[in-house]
């Protein structure tokens, strides 16, 4: 029992009380094979065995370090959204001049989506493989895997551009896209159900983006309605979710930005609380709340049965945060959410690219044994 928080208990599903929103720096063997791929140096295979090792010894540190469930660190991959989604049929890769989102700091390369045919599951995704082998590595310990939302494909080909519309293939029919959108997803989740996955995760931008009163007024300005488009990534949830099974834990983390430690909006969850909090039937969200730029708590009351993963540690710098100011702002959320709907972790992911954050990997370890510490003492071990 926690001395702190008389009522709070701990919990054995996901999302947990101490928690990761999944993906680590890379380790530099793991980098240089990838450059060495890239410029033919060395075969896929010799990257594939290099890749193995590294979530390897990362799958063990995790363990060791006390984490409820392992992600593979995101290792295998170069962004933590383009990856996927390039991969779905009616979806191509393409080269831009800018890139569709402007950071504070650091710009990474130039690249966006474009849907060029009706969109579906291709049934043999890569993703499905490091499934797999993910599963395999963990040998029965829990497994929590990551993939961009599904408002990511429409936020980035129809509303990030320099002039949103609708790509001809859905021209004057935007209902078929989400209705596409959302038919591939359900297959998408049924196949990582049917290869053992019980913890699958979210990630998404656009509502950090629909927080930020700047990007609301710019995305008008240019004839999008942010709130119907809100509502309709959130019915796209809940389609997804009653499609899942029931044992499937369905999380979504929301960012502002977090490439090499980085951002590109700000606003807090008010003018998305009630439509996304109010009316989202997943399972948990993890929500950024490092810094003034996510605002206060207050947009939690709109909260139902879901957890709240407060990401109350910054993933972007390795000097630890003070123990009590995060205790005390645990405590000041319960003001809208009982402490046990409430979870710790950090902000975001260490290298939501193969880049990674501005930090050393002895700090992003630091960094989750400072939350394991802080949430044994408001939880209990």
């Not at 590595?137 to 993939?147: L, R």
């Not at 997803?185 to 699958?200: E, H, N």
Request: proline share 4%; aromatic share 10%.
């Amino acid at each position: 029992m926690s001395k702190l928080f008389p009522t709070a208990t701990l919990r054995n599903r996901a999302p947990y009380r101490f928690d990761i929103v999944g993906s680590f720096l890379r380790p530099e063997a793991l980098k240089q094979a990838r450059r060495q791929c890239a410029c033919g140096e060395c075969s896929m295979e010799a990257m594939h065995a290099v890749e193995d090792a590294e979530i390897h010894k990362i799958v063990e540190k995790q363990k060791a370090i006390g984490l409820p469930a392992v992600s593979d660190g995101e290792f295998r991959r170069t962004w933590w959204h383009l990856d996927f989604l390039f991969e779905l049929i009616g979806v191509e890769l393409r080269d831009t001049d800018t890139y569709s989102t402007q950071f504070k700091a650091h710009m990474h390369r130039p690249v966006t989506l474009e849907i060029i045919g009706k969109i579906q599951w291709p049934n043999v995704h890569p993703f499905l493989e490091h499934y797999k082998r993910l599963h395999a590595e963990a040998d029965g310990y829990p497994v929590k895997f990551t993939i961009p939302s599904p408002s990511m494909l429409h936020l980035i080909t129809c509303v990030r551009t320099a002039e949103p519309k609708l790509p001809a293939i859905y021209a004057d029919n935007q209902e078929q896209l989400f209705a596409d959108i959302t038919a591939a997803y359900i297959q998408a989740v049924k196949a990582f159900y049917d290869l053992g996955c019980r913890i699958l995760q979210l990630d998404d931008t656009s509502w950090g983006e629909f927080c930020s009163e700047e990007k609301r007024a710019l995305y008008a300005s240019q004839g999008v309605d942010v709130d119907a488009t809100a509502r309709s990534y959130v019915q796209m949830l809940n389609d997804i979710r009653a499609a899942a099974p029931a044992d499937m834990a369905l999380t979504m983390h929301i960012c502002r930005g977090n490439f090499r430690s980085t951002w590109f909006s700000s606003g807090g969850y008010e003018p998305i609380a009630e439509i996304l909090f109010g009316g989202c039937n997943i399972d948990g969200f993890y929500l950024e709340y490092d810094s003034d730029r996510a605002g206060d708590f207050k947009p939690l009351r709109f909260i139902k049965d879901q957890q709240v993963v407060l990401g109350l540690v910054t993933s972007k710098t390795g000097e630890l945060e003070n123990k009590q100011d995060i205790i005390n702002r645990i405590q000041e959320a319960t003001q809208y959410v009982d402490i046990n709907q409430l979870c710790l972790s950090p902000q975001c992911g260490f290298a939501s690219t193969e880049e990674g954050n501005v930090l050393t990997e002895e700090e992003q370890w630091r960094k989750l044994e400072f939350i394991r510490e802080i949430a044994e003492e408001v939880w209990g071990k």
